[in-house]
């Protein structure tokens, strides 16, 4: 079987895997990606698209930031719709922040351009089927490309294979625990070919259940509408998608949202996931591959930029001074983080869906919402995690 050898094989082309390969080369550290689908396949999937003020200045200062400077759309505050009224979160005035609103799946454009035009080995359509020598010193991927099954022997790595990946799984049995939390919800989400009815996200909360209106440019937008977890998607002509977020994305003074041409539309599960501690010997795991959160707070890709911009640092030290107390902190730092935007998004979860089958937990939510437009403490405290959350782990 041929042999391959570099210092740290990562696994996955997502923004993780991808944004942790760009970092650590900016140390002068070797790095393979390998990536079990096509790289058309990984630059079209949809996927969220709010960047946190300090991830979009990680993006920016590791180079990748010239289309984002660009293109993406600056947004110093969201609004919360509850009882056909509209309120804003003023971002700019609670934080001094602002996040970016951009797109999943242009961050991973961007990060792959970057590092294939540098000269990166990212081998796309080369899934890893094992992770082996987890208690040696040397530690192996094992991979097939082309037809050909290959190995990939490496110093440490770097499991940023989401969810459905194999790194978690790699560790013996009991080693790695994981926690789970499965929400009675699901989103189906939209892209259409139509001017955004607002210029912020709309955060709404209505008896026919939760609706988010965001964007991805001044002539697409993205919705999303609560629904079942396992929602047919058939169920849902474009028609009704249109008559379901007009009822629901709806103010007690006619504004609606406008309908267009839809040219995507998906169902997604809500899910927490944590998997504790997010290391075995020389395998880290980060992004995805160590924790899910549900779309609500809009972290997954921050969590995952957060985790890598922590490993990247640390293997610094590793490679650069022999000084492995950072890897020996990654573990507990991530969950810290990890654990705190799983709290804010069962948080957002809570409060913006309906529908849970349990009016006392109803009314605790609008509680929490007229808290929140009354209270310049409670809507600086969204505010913050909402804007930063990781800065607010160190
Ligand atoms: N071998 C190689 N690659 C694999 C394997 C495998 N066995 N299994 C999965 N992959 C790839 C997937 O095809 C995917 O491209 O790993 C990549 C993981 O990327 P993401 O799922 O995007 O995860 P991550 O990089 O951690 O980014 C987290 O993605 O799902 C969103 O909400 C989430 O925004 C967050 C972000
Ligand atoms: C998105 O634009 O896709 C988006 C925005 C905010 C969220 C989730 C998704 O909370």
Not at 176 to 190: A, F, S, T
Not at 225 to 246: G, N, S
Not at 363 to 390: I, K, T
């Amino acid at each position: 079987m041929e042999t391959l050898r570099t210092r740290v094989g990562i696994v996955g082309a997502g923004p993780a895997g991808l944004l942790l390969s760009q970092l650590l080369h900016l140390r002068g550290i070797e790095s393979v990606v390998l990536e079990s689908r096509s790289r058309g396949y990984v630059e079209q999937r949809v996927r969220a698209g709010v960047l946190e003020h300090g991830i979009a200045e990680l993006l920016e200062r590791c180079g990748a930031g010239d289309r984002l400077r660009r293109e993406g759309l600056v947004h110093t505050g969201v609004e919360l719709l509850f009882d056909g009224c509209r309120h804003r979160l003023d971002f700019a005035e609670l934080t001094g922040k602002a996040i970016v609103v951009y797109g999943q799946q242009e961050v991973v454009k961007d990060l792959i351009a970057l590092r294939l035009g540098a000269g990166a080995a990212i081998l796309f359509e080369a899934p890893a089927s094992a992770i082996e020598g987890l208690d040696s010193d040397r530690p192996s991927i094992r991979f097939s490309q082309n037809g050909e099954e290959r190995r990939l022997e490496c110093d440490v790595i770097a499991g940023c294979d989401g969810f459905h990946g194999v790194s978690r799984l790699a560790p013996p049995e009991g080693a790695l625990r994981l926690h789970v939390r499965d929400y009675p919800y699901g989103w189906l989400g939209i892209l259409a070919r139509v001017a955004p009815a607002n210029d912020e996200l709309i955060y709404c909360r209505s008896e026919r259940g939760f609706a988010l209106l965001s964007m991805r440019s001044p002539e697409v937008s993205r919705l999303y509408l609560q629904v079942a977890p396992d929602e047919p998607l058939e169920d849902w002509p474009d028609d009704r998608i249109w008559d379901e977020l007009r009822a629901r994305l709806r103010t007690g003074d006619g504004w609606t949202v406008t309908p267009g041409p839809i040219f995507e539309k998906g169902v997604t599960a809500m899910r927490g996931a944590v998997v504790e501690p997010m290391r075995y010997g020389p395998l880290f795991l980060a992004g995805d591959a160590a924790h899910i959160v549900p779309p609500t707070g809009a972290k997954g890709l921050n969590l995952a930029a957060g985790d890598v911009r922590l490993l990247a640092a640390a293997l610094g030290a590793h490679f650069e001074k022999g000084d492995d107390s950072l890897l020996d902190a990654y573990s507990d730092a991530c969950l810290g983080r990890a654990w705190l935007a799983e709290e804010f998004s069962a948080f957002m979860t809570a409060t913006l869906h309906t529908l849970s089958g349990d009016p006392f937990e109803e009314r605790l939510a609008e509680a929490r919402l007229r808290h929140l437009v009354n209270s310049r403490e409670a809507a600086a405290s969204l505010a913050e995690r909402y804007v930063d959350l990781n800065s607010l782990c160190g």
